[in-house]
C-alpha cells in the first residue's frame, strides 16, 4: 500500500511536471519547429491568455469557455503581429529575435501602464482529494489532461486536418507547395497563431494556479525553450518525448533532493544533450533525413 | 597510375540507389568527363568524392590512399578542388577577396599578391577585381570559382557542369583553361553536358547510366557508340 | 470520361489558345535565362519543350507558373494575363506543375502529398474520394502503398506521386518537367501512356520538358525547340520520327 | 561623432560595403575622434566621465559578439554567460588575493582566461556537433538561463570559494577595483578619468587589434564562411575550427567586459547573465549593423546612451519606446542603422546626381 | 559620441519629459534622489513607495519645507534592473548632487548600489524590510529586519499551534538567512524543525513541494517565498487542501496577497509586519485617507510605502537638528539616539549603533475571507542582532553586510 501511494505520488508529480513542460513549449515548439524563428515574446503570449481568461472568468464566464476565449485571443494576436511584423523577417531568423524580444518589451510594459502592476486571481477550481493521507489538486489532473489532450489535437491537426497537411507540405518544400495553389503566406499566419494561441493555451490553463503580473510570462520561458533545445525541432518527434524524459529526471531529482537538484538536473540535461544529440531527440529520431 | 579510383561505391536515398557499386579509375595527369542523361548519378558521385555525402558502401581512393571517411576539408588538403555547377562564390566578397581566401593556403605577403594578379590575369577578369563578386556575369562567376579550386594548387580538379550557362564563347575559352592547367600536370574529373565542350577537353570519356558505369572509352568510341546515342535519347531499356 | 467538375472539354473542342507567351524574358539574379520565349498552346493539346540542357526549358517551367517573376513580356493563360500574380494564384486557375526531380514532400505520407495538390482547385468543392480512387485507378502502386512516406519510394513511384499530386486539383493544364529524368524506362513508357489517357479522357492540356524521345514520340503532339533561351523551332509530330533531325536538336 | 567621420563612412560605402573605413580621411577622422574622447575627461564632469567608462565596458562584449556573429557568422545568445563567469572569476581571484602588487590585472588576464576557456569547451560542442543557424542562438541562450538559474542559487555559505561568497541573487561584492602598482601606494581605479583612460586605450588596442584581425588571413577564412559554408570548406578549411577560434576570442573580449564592469562597480549578480542581459549584446549588435566593427562600436554607444536617456526622461513608458525603436529600427534597417542610413543618403545623392546630370 | 546621440534623443524624451516638481520657496531646495523600480518584476510592490515619498515631500513643501527649504525630489525608474541603479546612482551622487537618496527594493539592488554610495560617501535611506545585517554608515535601513519579525511570530506560533514546524523559504539571501533565524528561535522555544526546503527564485510549480510537507506533518508552516513566480504556492497548496496554519515575514505586508489572491487560499496565514493599510489606530487611519486623497487609484498601501513616507520625516528631523544636510553632522544627531517619530505604526526610533529603526510589530491574521485581524502587537521592537554581531557605526564603519555566518564572534575591522 505504501508502495502504491509512493507510486502513485511520483506518477502525479511526473504528470505534473510533464504537463507544465508540454505546455510551456508546445507553443515554442511549433513556431520554432515549423517556422524557425525564435519566439522571445513567447512568455507575452502565454502573458495574453492568462489576462484574457482571467478578465473572461471575472466577466462571468465558465472557465473552460475562458480559457478558450485567452486560447484565441493570444492566438488573434499572434496572426495579427505576424502579418505586421514578422513576416518581413523570414529571410532574416536571426533579426526576428531581436523583433520579438521588443514585442514582448512592449507587451510587458505596456500591460504594466495600462492594467496595472497586478491583476487579481480567480482561484483554482475543483477542490482536491486525498489518497494515503496526502491531498492532491484536482486540477492538476485537469492540466496533464490538458496536456495530453494539446499533443493528442496537435496531432490530428497536423496530420488530419487539411490545414495541418498543407502547413507540413509548406515546411518541407515550400515553393512547390506554392506552386500547388497552397497559399503559403496564410500557413505561415496561420501557423505563427497556432504557436501563440498554445501558448495562450498554456496561460490560459495556468492563471488560475498563478500570480498574475505583467512578467509572469518568465516563469515559462526557462523550461519551455530547454524543452525544445533538448526536443529538437519537431513537436511529436521532439518535444513532447523530451519533455516526458526531463519530467521524470526533474521529478526524480525534485522528490530525492530537492527543487535545487531538479534545476540542476535540467541543466546536465542540456549539456548532456548538446553534447550526444546536437539536433535534439528529432534530429536523433530524424537521422537517415539528409 | 591512378590518382582517383572507386571502388564498388554505392549511395541510396531513400528508396533511390542513385550510385550503383561504380567502379571507377582517373589516370594521373588525365582528362576525364563524365557524361549522362540527366539522374544518372553523375552529380552524386561527384559529392561522394567530395565527401558531401558518406557512401552507403564501397571505397574511395586517392593517390593510393583511402579517403573513404576523410573529412571534405581533409581531401582538398590532400589535394583535390572543385567547382561546383551553382558557382559557389562568395558573393558579398570582391573578387581578389574571394581569390585570395583560397590563394592564402600557401601564399603570404607579396608572393600572394603577383600570384593573385597572375591568376586574375588568367581568368580575364583583372578590371573586375574590385567588384563584389555577386555582381559579376554568370561566365565570369563561373571563372572565378574555377580561379578559386585552382589557386589550391590541386593535383586533381574536380568540375561540376563548369561551362554551365555560358555563351559557346566563354565555354571555348573555359576549354582552354582548363587544358592549360592539365599541361601543369593538373588531373581533371569533369561532369559536363556540353558535347562541344567535352569534344574540346576529355582524354576520356565515362558514360554512367542509372547510377552504373554504362560505357568508357575515347570521346570518338562513345559518339560513335550507338549505345551511348540511344539512352540519351531513351531508347535503351537498361 | 465524366466526372471532372471543370467543364474542359468544351475548351478543347473550340480549341481556343490556353496558354500563351510573348516576348518572355526571365532570369536569376539580373541574369536573364530565358530571352524572349513565344509559345502558344492551345487547349487539349500535348507541347513538348525539348532542346539540350542548360537553354532554359526548367526556367520556362518556373517562370509558367510563377516561381521565377518575368523580367519582360507577359504569359497569359485562358485569354488573360497573370505575370503578376503569385505561384498559388496561377496554381489555382487550374494549372499544376510537376518540378523535376518530382519535390515531393519526403516525410509525408502518399495520401497526404496527395491532399496537397488539392489546392490547385480553387473551388474548395472537390470530392476528395472520388479524385483519389481516380488517381489510384491511374497509378495502382500509390494505392498499395498509400501510408508510405513519400522519402522513401523509388523515383519512378515519386514521378507517378508528383503526377497523382496535381492530378488532385484537377488542373486544365500540366507543366511536367523532365518526367523521365532517372527513371527506369518501362515506368516512363507507362507514365507517358497514362499522361495520353488522361489527355483523351478528360481534355487535359500538357506541356512538358524532355529529353527522353521515346517518351517524347509517345505523348507530343507537337514540339517547340529551345536554344540560348528562346524557342528556336517548332517541329511536328512527323519529324519526331527522324531521327537526325531529333539527334541534331538532342543528344550528343 | 563628428560629422566628418560620417561623411567619409558614407564614402566608403559606395566604394565597397566590406570593411568600412579606408584611407586618409577615415583614419585622420578616428584621430579626431580619438583626440575628442581623450580631451572629454576635460571638460566633462565626473559624472560623465564614468558613466562614459561604463558604457566602454559593454563595447567589448558588443565588438566580440561582432566578431562571432557579423563577421562568422553564428550567433550567439550567450554572451552573457562569458561575461558573468568572467566577473564572478574576477571577484573570487580578488577577494582571495587582495589587491596589492597589480594582482588585480593578475586576476583580470585570469578571469578573462577562464572565460575563454569556458567558451572553447562549450564551442567545442558547439561547433564540433555541427549546431549552426538558429538553433546556435537557441542553445546558448538555454545555457546562459541556466547558468543564471543556478548562480542565482548560491546564498548559501556552502557557496564559497575561498574567502568569496558567491551570495546568489544578491550578487557578489566586496571585490577590489582594478589596481595599478605604483611607487609608494598602488593607484585604485574608480570610475573615474584615470579609469577612462584605461578603458579607453584598452578599447582603442582592441578595436585595432580587431580589424586587423577581420582583415588577416583569419578574418578572410571567417567572412569566407559566413557567406558560403561549403564552399569555405571546400577551398579546405576545417570551418568547425574557425568558427570555435572566432567564439573564444569574442566570448573572451565578453569576458573583458564582465572584469571591467565587475571592477567597476564592485559588484556582479546573476542576473547579468539572464534573458534581458543576454538580448542586450544582440540588440546593440543588430542596431548598429554587426558586419562592422566600426558601426558595431558606435551602434553600440548609441543604443546604451539612448535607452538610457529615455529611462531618464522616458518614466514608465521608456521600455515601450525602446522596444517600439527595436522593432522599428529592425524592420526598417536590416544591416544597421548606419549602414542602412548611409546607403539611403548615398542612393538620394545618386538619384539628384542622375536628375542634374540630365 | 554619448553627447550626440543624448542629442538625437532629446526630442524623444521631452515628449515623455517627467517635469521636476518646482517649488516658489525661499532657500535652495534640497535635493532627494527617489531610485525606485516603477517598471519590471518589482513595480507590483514598489510604486506605492514612490508615491508615499511624494506624500510626504508635498506636506513638507506646504508645510514651509525643511529648516525653510523646500524638497526637491529627483526620479529614475530604476526598472526593476541592477544595472539601472548603479547607473543612476552615479547620476543622483555625481550629477544631481543630491543631498540624499531613497533607494532600491531588492537585496540584490542595494548591494548593487551601496560599493558607489560608499565610495562618494553619500547618504542612503533602504525603506525596506530585508534579510539584515548591512552595518554601513552611509545607509539607514528602515524596515524590519528578521529578529524584529521572527522573535515575535516564530514564539506566538509555536505557542499557539505547537512545536514542529517547516519552512520553505526562496533560495537566495533572503530565505536563507530568514530561515537560519527561524531555525534559531524554533529551538530557542522548544520546537523542532520537521522539515526546511529552499525553493529556487523563479519556481512556479510546488506540487513536490506540497507532498513533502504533508509528508512531514508540520503544526504550521512558516513561508518565506519571494517573487511574483513563487507566490502561485499558496493558490497550489490551498487547491490541494494543505490547510496548514502559515507564518511569513514577507506576505501580506509587501505584496497584498490577500488582496489579489482569491480566498481562502492565504486563510490562516499569520504575518508580523510593522503597517499595512488595516492597521486600526488613529494616526494609521487619518494617514490612508490623505493617502486615497492624493493616490486615488492606490490599490494598497503597503508596509514598504509607510516606511518610505516616515522615512522622509525622519529625514526632515535630522537635517533641521544637524542644522545642515551635511552627513557628519547628521550622524552625529544618529549618534545621540533619540532620532524617533510618532510615526502611522507608532513610535520609531532609529538606533545608533546599525542605523536600522525599531517598529512597532502588528502581528496580522488571513481569515478565510481574507480579511485581516491583529490578534497581537508588540509595540518598540529593537534591531538588536547587528549590535549584537559586533557592528557599531558610531566607532567604525566596515561597510560591509553580516551575515548569520559571522554570528558566534566577529569583531575584525
Redesign the interface.
Known amino acids: 500500500m505504501d508502495f502504491l501511494s509512493g507510486l502513485f505520488s511520483f506518477l502525479y508529480q511526473t504528470g505534473d511536471a510533464f504537463a507544465f513542460l508540454v505546455l510551456s513549449a508546445c507553443g515554442l515548439a511549433v513556431i520554432f519547429g515549423m517556422m524557425g524563428i525564435i519566439n522571445l515574446a513567447h512568455g507575452e503570449f502565454i502573458l495574453c491568455g492568462a489576462y484574457v481568461t482571467t478578465s473572461a472568468v471575472r466577466m462571468g464566464l465558465p472557465l473552460p469557455i475562458a480559457i478558450l476565449v485567452g486560447t484565441l485571443v493570444a492566438g488573434l494576436v499572434g496572426m495579427l503581429l505576424e502579418r505586421v511584423i514578422i513576416r518581413h523577417l523570414y529571410a532574416r531568423p536571426l533579426d526576428s529575435i531581436v523583433v520579438t524580444w521588443g514585442i514582448s518589451m512592449i507587451v510587458t510594459q505596456g500591460t504594466l501602464i495600462i492594467l496595472g502592476s497586478t491583476m487579481p486571481g480567480t482561484g483554482t477550481p475543483f477542490g482536491s482529494f486525498t489518497v494515503a493521507g496526502y491531498g492532491y489538486s484536482v486540477y492538476r489532473f485537469v492540466l496533464m489532461l490538458a496536456a495530453v489532450a494539446t499533443l493528442a489535437v496537435l496531432w490530428l491537426i497536423f496530420t488530419r486536418t487539411r490545414f495541418g497537411i498543407l502547413a507540413r507540405a509548406t515546411i518541407q518544400v515550400p515553393h512547390i507547395a506554392e506552386a500547388l495553389g497552397v497559399n503559403t503566406s496564410l500557413i505561415y499566419s496561420l501557423t505563427f497563431g497556432l504557436g501563440a494561441a498554445l501558448a495562450g493555451l498554456c496561460g490560459g490553463l495556468y492563471a488560475p494556479t498563478m500570480t498574475l503580473v505583467p512578467t509572469m510570462g518568465s516563469a515559462f520561458v526557462v523550461e519551455a525553450f530547454v524543452t525544445v533545445v533538448v526536443g529538437g525541432a519537431d513537436i511529436f518527434l521532439g518535444t513532447a518525448p523530451a519533455a516526458a524524459i526531463l519530467a521524470v529526471v526533474k521529478a526524480g531529482l525534485t522528490s530525492w533532493q530537492g527543487q535545487l537538484a531538479g534545476q540542476i538536473g535540467l541543466l546536465v540535461a542540456v549539456i548532456v544533450v548538446i553534447r550526444i544529440l546536437p539536433r535534439g531527440l528529432t534530429g536523433f529520431i530524424l537521422r537517415e533525413r539528409t | 597510375m591512378a590518382i582517383l579510383e572507386t571502388r564498388k561505391l554505392d549511395k541510396w ?4 540507389h ?1 550510385t550503383d557499386e561504380v567502379d571507377f579509375t582517373l589516370e594521373q595527369g588525365e582528362i576525364h568527363c563524365l ?1 549522362g ?5 553523375k552529380s552524386t558521385f561527384f559529392k561522394l568524392v ?1 565527401g ?2 558518406s557512401p552507403s558502401g564501397g571505397a574511395i581512393l586517392y593517390d593510393g590512399k583511402d579517403i573513404t571517411k576523410a ?3 581533409e581531401r ?2 590532400h589535394g583535390i ?2 567547382k ?1 555547377q551553382v558557382p ?7 573578387v581578389r ?1 574571394n581569390l ?3 590563394l ?2 600557401h601564399l ?1 605577403g607579396a608572393s600572394l599578391n603577383e600570384e593573385t594578379d597572375r591568376l586574375l590575369e588568367f581568368l580575364k577578369l583583372k578590371d573586375a577585381e ?1 567588384q ?1 563578386a ?1 555582381s559579376l ?2 561566365g565570369q562567376k563561373q571563372w572565378l570559382e574555377i580561379g ?1 579550386a585552382v589557386a ?1 594548387k590541386p593535383k586533381l580538379l574536380l568540375l561540376d ?1 563548369p561551362t ?2 555560358m555563351t559557346p564563347d566563354e565555354t571555348h575559352a573555359t576549354g582552354e583553361m582548363v587544358q592549360a592547367l592539365n599541361a601543369e600536370g593538373v588531373s581533371v574529373l569533369a561532369v559536363e ?3 562541344a565542350f567535352v569534344r574540346q577537353i576529355a582524354q576520356k570519356v565515362t558514360v554512367l547510366h ?1 547510377g552504373k558505369v554504362f560505357a568508357q572509352g575515347t570521346i570518338n568510341e ?2 560513335a557508340d550507338e549505345r ?2 540511344s539512352i ?7 | 470520361m465524366s466526372g471532372w467538375p471543370r467543364s474542359i472539354w468544351a475548351k478543347s473542342m473550340r480549341k481556343e489558345v490556353l496558354l500563351e507567351t510573348m516576348g518572355l524574358w526571365a532570369g536569376y539574379g539580373g541574369k536573364p535565362v530565358l530571352q524572349g520565349v513565344d509559345l502558344s498552346v492551345r487547349a487539349g493539346e500535348i507541347v513538348a519543350v525539348i532542346g539540350r540542357n542548360g537553354v532554359g526549358k526548367s526556367t520556362l517551367m518556373r517562370s509558367l507558373i510563377g516561381l521565377l517573376p518575368p523580367q519582360q513580356g507577359s504569359v497569359l493563360f485562358e485569354g488573360a494575363e497573370i505575370n503578376n500574380l503569385s505561384a498559388h494564384k496561377r496554381a489555382r486557375l487550374g494549372i499544376g506543375y510537376v518540378p523535376q526531380g518530382r519535390d515531393v514532400f519526403p516525410r509525408m505520407s502518399i495520401y497526404e502529398n496527395l491532399l496537397v495538390g488539392q489546392s490547385i482547385d480553387g473551388s474548395g468543392k472537390a470530392d476528395v474520394k472520388e479524385r483519389v480512387d481516380r488517381i489510384y485507378g491511374y497509378f495502382p502502386i500509390l494505392k498499395e502503398r498509400r501510408d508510405q512516406r513519400a522519402g522513401t519510394l523509388s523515383g519512378g513511384q515519386q514521378q507517378q506521386l508528383a503526377i497523382g499530386r496535381v492530378l488532385m486539383g484537377d488542373p486544365a493544364l500540366i507543366l511536367l518537367d523532365e518526367p523521365s529524368e532517372g527513371i527506369q524506362p518501362n515506368i516512363v513508357q507507362d507514365i507517358a501512356r497514362i499522361m495520353v489517357e488522361l489527355n483523351r479522357d478528360t481534355g487535359i492540356t500538357v506541356v512538358f520538358v524532355e529529353q527522353n524521345l521515346d517518351m517524347i514520340r509517345q505523348m507530343a503532339q507537337r514540339c517547340y525547340v529551345m536554344d540560348k533561351g528562346s524557342v528556336t523551332a517548332e517541329i511536328g509530330k512527323d519529324a519526331l520520327e527522324d531521327r537526325d533531325t531529333v539527334r541534331r536538336y538532342l543528344a550528343v | 561623432m563628428p560629422r566628418g567621420n560620417k561623411t567619409t563612412s558614407v564614402l566608403k560605402l559606395l566604394e565597397g560595403p566590406q570593411t568600412l573605413g579606408k584611407g586618409p580621411g577615415f583614419w585622420s577622422g578616428c584621430a579626431v575622434v580619438l583626440a575628442l574622447a581623450c580631451a572629454y575627461p576635460l571638460f566633462a564632469d565626473g559624472y560623465d566621465v564614468g558613466n562614459n567608462v561604463y558604457f566602454f565596458n559593454w563595447v567589448f562584449m558588443a565588438l566580440g559578439l561582432s566578431l562571432i556573429w557579423g563577421y562568422g557568422g553564428a550567433l550567439s545568445f550567450g554572451q552573457t554567460a562569458f561575461f558573468g563567469v568572467a566577473g564572478y572569476a574576477y571577484g573570487v581571484f580578488t577577494i582571495n588575493l587582495g589587491d596589492a602588487y597589480g594582482l588585480t590585472l593578475v586576476s583580470l588576464v585570469a578571469a578573462v582566461g577562464l572565460s575563454a576557456l569556458f567558451a572553447g569547451v562549450l564551442g567545442y560542442f558547439l561547433f564540433f556537433g555541427r549546431i549552426s543557424g538558429v538553433f546556435l542562438g537557441i542553445v546558448t541562450l538555454s545555457v546562459t538561463l541556466v547558468l543564471e538559474r543556478f548562480m542565482s542559487q548560491t546564498a548559501g555559505p556552502e557557496w564559497a570559494i575561498g574567502s568569496a561568497r558567491l551570495n546568489g541573487f544578491n550578487g557578489m561584492g566586496g571585490m577590489p577595483s582594478l589596481t595599478i602598482p605604483w611607487f609608494g601606494a598602488d593607484i585604485a581605479l574608480y570610475p573615474d578619468v584615470g579609469l577612462y583612460y584605461l578603458t579607453l586605450a584598452l578599447l582603442v588596442v582592441v578595436y585595432l587589434a580587431l580589424r586587423m584581425l577581420v582583415n588577416s588571413r583569419f578574418g578572410n577564412v571567417l567572412v569566407a564562411i559566413r557567406e558560403n559554408p561549403q564552399r569555405a570548406e571546400m577551398l579546405g578549411y576545417d570551418i568547425r575550427r574557425y568558427q570555435l577560434v572566432a567564439f573564444v576570442i569574442g566570448s573572451a573580449l565578453a569576458g573583458l567586459s564582465g572584469v571591467l564592469y565587475t571592477a567597476w562597480g564592485n559588484y556582479i549578480t546573476p542576473s547579468s547573465m539572464g534573458m534581458s542581459a543576454a538580448a542586450l549584446p544582440v540588440v546593440w549588435v543588430a542596431v548598429g549593423g554587426r558586419s562592422d566593427l566600426t558601426t558595431t562600436l558606435f551602434g553600440t554607444l548609441l543604443v546604451l546612451a539612448g535607452f538610457q536617456y529615455l529611462t531618464i526622461y522616458g518614466s514608465q513608458y521608456a521600455l515601450v519606446v525602446m522596444g517600439f525603436l527595436l522593432v522599428v529600427t529592425i524592420l526598417l534597417a536590416p544591416s544597421g542603422i548606419f549602414i542602412s542610413l548611409g546607403s539611403f543618403f548615398s542612393r538620394g545623392l545618386r538619384r539628384r546626381q542622375a536628375r542634374e546630370s540630365i | 559620441m554619448t553627447k550626440q546621440a543624448t542629442g538625437v534623443l532629446a526630442t524623444l524624451g521631452t515628449l515623455f519629459a517627467l517635469s521636476a516638481a518646482a517649488f516658489a520657496q525661499d532657500g535652495e531646495p534640497i535635493k532627494m534622489g527617489v531610485l525606485e523600480d516603477q517598471s519590471g518584476d518589482f513595480a507590483v510592490a514598489t510604486i506605492g513607495k514612490v508615491h508615499g515619498i511624494e506624500l510626504a515631500a508635498e506636506e513638507i513643501n506646504a508645510n514651509g519645507g525643511i529648516d525653510g527649504r523646500p524638497l526637491e525630489l529627483v526620479t529614475y525608474d530604476t526598472q526593476s534592473d541592477n544595472r539601472r541603479y548603479q547607473e543612476f546612482m552615479r547620476r543622483v551622487l555625481q550629477r544631481d548632487k543630491v543631498d540624499v537618496v531613497f533607494a532600491g527594493f531588492s537585496s540584490a539592488s542595494r548591494e548593487a548600489y551601496r560599493p558607489i554610495v560608499d565610495q562618494f560617501d553619500g547618504l542612503a535611506f533602504y525603506n525596506n524590510q530585508y534579510e539584515g545585517g548591512v552595518c554601513d554608515a552611509n545607509m539607514i535601513v528602515t524596515g524590519a529586519v528578521p529578529e524584529q519579525q521572527f522573535s515575535t511570530l516564530i514564539p506566538y506560533m509555536v505557542e499557539k499551534y505547537g512545536k514542529n514546524v517547516y519552512t520553505i523559504a526562496a533560495d537566495y539571501n533572503f530565505g536563507q538567512i530568514s530561515a537560519e533565524w527561524v531555525r534559531d528561535i524554533v529551538k530557542e522555544n522548544g520546537g523542532t524543525m520537521v522539515g526546511e526546503e529552499f525553493i529556487p527564485l523563479g519556481v512556479s510549480q510546488f506540487s513536490q513541494t506540497i507532498q513533502n510537507i504533508q509528508k512531514a506533518k508540520p503544526d504550521f508552516l512558516v513561508t518565506l517565498l519571494v517573487g511574483t513566480a513563487q507566490a502561485s504556492y499558496y493558490e497550489q497548496a490551498s487547491s490541494a487542501n494543505v490547510d496548514l496554519p502559515m507564518a511569513s515575514s514577507v506576505n501580506v505586508g509587501q505584496g497584498y496577497e490577500h488582496k489579489r489572491f482569491q480566498p481562502p487560499s492565504l486563510a490562516n496565514m499569520y504575518v508580523t509586519t510593522n503597517w499595512i493599510e488595516e492597521v486600526d489606530n488613529p494616526a494609521s487611519k487619518s494617514f490612508v485617507e490623505k493617502w486615497h486623497k492624493k493616490f486615488p487609484d492606490e490599490p494598497y498601501i503597503n508596509q514598504e510605502a509607510e516606511n518610505s513616507y516616515v522615512a522622509v520625516y525622519l529625514y526632515k528631523q535630522m537635517v533641521e537638528r544637524a542644522g545642515s544636510t551635511d552627513h557628519d553632522a547628521i550622524r552625529k544627531v544618529i549618534a545621540e539616539g533619540d532620532v524617533c517619530m510618532d510615526a502611522p505604526e507608532g513610535r520609531v526610533c532609529i538606533d545608533p549603533k546599525s542605523q536600522h529603526m525599531s517598529h512597532t510589530i502588528y502581528l496580522a491574521k488571513v481569515s478565510e475571507d481574507h480579511s485581516i485581524s491583529f490578534p497581537k502587537v508588540w509595540d518598540d521592537i529593537k534591531p538588536y542582532w547587528l549590535g549584537h554581531v559586533g557592528c557599531d557605526l558610531t566607532k567604525e564603519n566596515p561597510e560591509a553586510q553580516y551575515t548569520p555566518s559571522d554570528n558566534p564572534k566577529k569583531n575584525d575591522g
Not at chain 2, 536515398?13 to 533511390?16: A, I, K, Q, R, S
Not at chain 2, 559557389?88 to 570582391?94: E, N, S, T, V, Y
Not at chain 2, 540519351?232 to 537498361?238: D, F, I, K, S, T
Open positions: 536515398f531513400g528508396g533511390l542513385v557524361i542523361p540527366n539522374g544518372a548519378g567530395l558531401e555525402h573529412k571534405s576539408f582538398i588538403r578542388s572543385v561546383f559557389g562564390i562568395f558573393q558579398a566578397l570582391k577577396q585570395q581566401i583560397a592564402q593556403h603570404q574590385n563584389l555577386g556575369s554568370h578559386m589550391l557542369e554551365a550557362g553536358h556540353d558535347m542509372f562513345i559518339v551511348v546515342a540519351y535519347l531513351g531508347e535503351v531499356h537498361a
